[in-house]
């Protein structure tokens, strides 16, 4: 199994990047639960400070650009693939060798988007399973639906992100399971383990189903 998890790192300048307040939490708990399970997990990660868990096989990256090279490496010896890290969308194109200096005009940074690491597998998985996630403020159901068609994955894991003890860098988690059988199922408010072993659940019925 391969498990992307936390956030990436798209550098401005030698000091400064654009990121986001993902920990890695959500991705280390799918970790845990599939390496509990049974299975060889390998896991991409971003930046983030936890221990990994224990017989998994952990490699560091920093930006898009190198998450989207482990992964592409890793995939081969994998099965299913669960992308739970939260990947900057949009990168600066030349970031400066040196600290961009402050100086008292307005500063405009322009932005390419990053490589979409789960479309492109979604073109390339065979019959592995794939597994996306959806992170929101709102309603995430639209979102994960869509991502599911155009993505090309097997479900996709809507989670909202605009509450108080869940989501990005909580302990907590509180996500709806969209399918590729069109079904919908919402998972209560609990740990991000116990979420973890319940998105494993309805995967491996999923994949029992196909
Ligand atoms: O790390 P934690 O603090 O525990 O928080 C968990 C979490 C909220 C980060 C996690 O549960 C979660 O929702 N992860 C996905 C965050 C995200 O970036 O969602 P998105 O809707 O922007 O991206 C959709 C999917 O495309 C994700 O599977 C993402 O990994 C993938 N993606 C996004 C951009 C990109 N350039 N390449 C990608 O592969």
Avoid at 106 to 113: G, S
Avoid at 166 to 173: I, K, L, Q, S
Wanted: glycine share 10%.
């Amino acid at each position: 199994m391969l498990i992307t998890a936390g956030p990436t790192e798209e550098p401005l300048d030698a000091v400064r990047f654009l990121s986001n307040r993902s920990s890695g939490k959500m991705g280390y708990a799918l970790a845990e639960a599939a390496a509990a399970r049974g299975a060889r997990v390998t896991v991409v990660a971003g930046p983030v400070h936890l221990d990994p868990p224990a017989g998994v096989s952990v490699i560091k990256v920093r930006t898009a650009e190198e998450m989207r090279a482990a992964v592409l490496e890793h995939l081969p010896e994998a099965t299913i693939v669960v992308k739970a890290a939260a990947v900057a969308d949009y990168r600066v194109p030349a970031p400066a060798a040196g600290k961009i200096k402050k100086g008292g005009a307005r500063l405009t940074l322009e932005l390419e988007p990053t490589p979409d690491i789960l479309a492109e597998l979604g073109r390339m998985k065979g019959n592995r399973l794939l597994v996306g996630f959806a992170a929101e403020t709102g309603d995430p159901i639209p979102e994960a639906r869509r991502k599911l068609a155009s993505k090309g994955c097997d479900m996709v894991v809507g989670n909202r992100v605009d509450r108080e003890g869940t989501g990005f860098g909580a302990e907590d988690n509180e996500v709806v399971l969209v399918m590729r059988t069109g079904e919908v199922v919402a998972l209560p408010r609990a740990s991000k383990r116990e979420v973890a072993d319940r998105i494993f659940d309805r995967l491996l019925k999923l994949r029992h189903a196909s």
